[in-house]
């Protein structure tokens, strides 16, 4: 094989052509890096197309946003290879908020500005960014506790069907609907908090063993997200036990707000992806500006859904 | 050839038929105890509305571990059942089986899925002899990825499913749960296959020592093979059960199963290393690992108890059945 001088130059001339403008277009356009848990949630996934979407209509603005796939290891991975691509913003939505915190250590000494989005990191993570932008899990558990108190008038017996055990998500919706209940409505007692992991299968059998336990002493049951609440709807309403239980989840997915519709559950708030994504790119654009966040801790609107309000809202996710 | 598969082989001319089969199915006294135990401790447990609640929430985890008894007994290994499970149950819900015809589809085609990663795992292990625990690790991957194209990360769901599909895992034929008979029905076979055929005696000598069993004519690749499209199709049986149990999922369900189903059949006895093993007994596993985690939420014990309490039981119960063995030995 031949290789004549020209076309050797003519290679030459077009890599230095290439490494030139790709540093232009890079000192043009932001680049925002968005490390997410996994891309197989569905608000995630949700939130990622959102994200996306709304970044592609502003002509100077790339994203590189790259899925953890629920893998720790992975998520710091992920942090340090946006590191290394220089990216002006660095958002993060922690996969567990507690074991992202060197990953942000590492990002903040790189001078690289952080907002963590969607899933707050725990109290050593706050010092290396610069706010948060997304839903108040904490603040969600505490919705829950309101709506289960005004629906149960302030007294009865409830359950807890939680997520994945020590997951900073489980934790704030547990401690915020145990605060709140305690404040609002001492007499409603909580009986029992059993996780199912998100997942709807054990949700079902969590909630099977409950009412075996504990049966026309139930009022109310709090699951954790949508999914499992409706999926409990469904082992309640099976059990063919004679009585309202008040079936409270998180999230306003469309599977949640359906099971409002047709009675499975009784309540939800709105966590919606596409205000959460809008907010976490304006926030960030503001970072990059050097403009300071409105406050420390953006919360994005939560509203209650029930019977009375559910044909007004459509889930996204 | 059946090298430590007979416990009786090995009694001893004075030793009592009983104490033999006491040897050979002692994960059941494990079960029993747990029974009688968990029987004095709650006063609901052994009632017939939460024993039937128990069974059926150990069908789904049971009626794969039938399968991966299988696998593990020819000296196999799979890792892509939880994978595969969530993909069926996913497709199934796809299908929308809102009228008979779709339910019919949402019960085939995952069955066609399992067959199919099953063949491809036992082709890539048995004539490629490819490691299993890389093969399916790998085939574990395509199938979430596969899982998330195809519902592009979203959530799945079937509001108003027609009946027939809504009863496979919610219905009931008198007071037994029918996800319970599936499982029950898959077992028995498995159990009949396994003890009573050639192929069963093929299997247990192809994991026992392969080399041995070609010189004595077993074509094993086919044998491995046949035991990965019967786990992969159990898997995919177990699938469509999910769906219509829950009718709703996330494209990350699933993930994690495939530890609880090889922990009941490695607790059932079955050797990971191949030869020796039994459907009972991965029966009995199963049954333990869903009644300690009905226990546990009976009694509410905090999850960080419910971690060290399974576990001892766990490793008390894989001794005991070890040490029962070793007696017989």
């Keep these: 094989m031949k290789i004549g001088r020209s076309s050797i130059a003519f290679l030459v001339v077009a890599m230095v052509l290439v490494v030139f403008t790709g540093s232009i277009t890079a000192k043009d356009k932001i680049v925002i890096g968005l490390s997410e848990p996994s891309a197989g949630w569905p608000y995630i996934s949700a939130y990622i197309r959102a994200f996306e979407a709304e970044a592609a209509k502003l002509r100077n603005v790339s994203v590189i946003t790259l899925s953890a796939d629920a893998d720790i290891q992975k998520q710091a991975n992920d942090i340090e290879d946006l590191i290394s691509r220089k990216v002006d913003v660095l958002l993060v939505c922690s996969l567990d908020g507690t074991a992202v915190v060197p990953s942000l250590a590492r990002a903040h000494a790189a001078g690289i500005p952080i907002l963590a989005v969607s899933n707050e990191p725990s109290e050593a993570g706050q010092k ?22 005004e629906a149960l008038g302030n007294k009865g017996n409830v359950v807890i069907v939680e997520g994945t055990p020590g997951q900073s998500t489980t934790l704030a919706r547990t401690a915020g609907f145990r605060e709140e209940l305690a404040k609002i409505a001492p007499n409603i007692k909580i009986l029992a908090a059993q996780p199912a992991n998100w997942d709807p299968a054990k949700a079902k059998a969590v909630a099977e063993a409950f009412l075996t336990r504990f049966g026309t002493q139930l009022d109310g049951i709090f699951s954790q997200d949508d999914n499992t609440a409706a999926a409990i709807g469904e082992v309640v309403r099976d059990s063919g036990i004679d009585k309202k239980i008040i079936i409270v989840g998180t999230g306003g997915s469309k599977n949640g707000i359906n099971a409002i519709r047709t009675g499975l559950i009784y309540g939800t708030m709105m966590q919606s992806p596409s205000i959460d994504a809008k907010q976490g790119l304006e926030l960030a654009l503001k970072i990059v500006r050097g403009e300071s966040l409105p406050q420390r801790r953006n919360i994005i609107p939560m509203p209650i859904v029930t019977p009375k309000n559910a044909n007004e809202y459509e889930g996204e996710w | ?55 059926r929430q150990a069908s789904i985890i049971g009626i794969v571990a039938v399968g991966m008894t299988f696998v593990i007994i020819g000296g196999g290994f799979d890792l892509s059942v939880g994978a595969v499970l969530a993909f069926s149950a996913i497709m199934s819900i796809q299908m929308q089986p809102v009228t008979p015809g779709r339910t019919a589809l949402a019960v085939l085609l995952p069955l066609l899925v399992g067959v199919t990663t099953g063949t491809v795992n036992g082709f890539l292990v048995g004539f490629l002899r490819v490691n299993p625990f890389i093969t399916t690790l790998g085939t574990q991957f395509v199938a979430l990825g596969i899982t998330l194209l195809y519902t592009n990360g979203q959530h799945v769901w079937v509001w108003n499913p027609d009946p027939v599909y809504a009863a496979i895992g919610g219905g009931f034929l008198g007071p037994v749960p029918i996800p319970v008979l599936i499982f029950a029905g898959v077992a028995a076979l498995g159990h009949l296959v396994l003890s009573y055929t050639n192929f069963g005696q093929y299997l247990m000598a192809t994991g026992a020592n392969e080399g041995a069993a070609v010189l004595s004519g077993i074509r094993t690749l086919w044998i491995k093979v046949a035991s990965f499209i019967i786990v992969g199709t159990t898997a995919a049986l177990g699938g469509v059960v999910l769906g219509s149990r829950v009718k709703n999922l996330d494209p990350t369900a699933g993930i994690g199963y495939e530890f609880e189903i090889i922990t009941a059949v490695v607790l059932g006895g079955t050797s990971l290393s191949g030869g020796r093993g039994s459907v009972l007994n991965t029966v009995a596993g199963v049954l333990i690992l869903t009644l300690i985690a009905n226990a546990m939420t009976l009694l509410n014990i905090s999850h960080h108890y419910q971690l060290v309490i399974r576990g001892l039981i766990l490793v008390g119960s894989v001794a005991l059945d070890a040490s029962s063995r070793r007696r017989t030995a």
């Design chain 1, 128 to 149: 290396f960014i610069k706010g948060y932008s997304g839903p108040d899990d904490k603040e969600q558990g505490r919705i829950a506790a309101r709506i289960m108190a």
């Design chain 2, 1 to 55: 050839m059946r090298q430590g598969t007979s416990s009786v082989r090995t009694g001893g001319p004075n030793q009592s038929w009983y104490a033999a089969i006491l040897q050979k199915y002692s994960i059941w006294v494990v079960l029993m105890l747990l029974v009688l135990g968990m029987g004095l401790l709650s006063d609901v447990f052994l009632t017939w509305g939460n024993i039937f609640n128990v069974l």
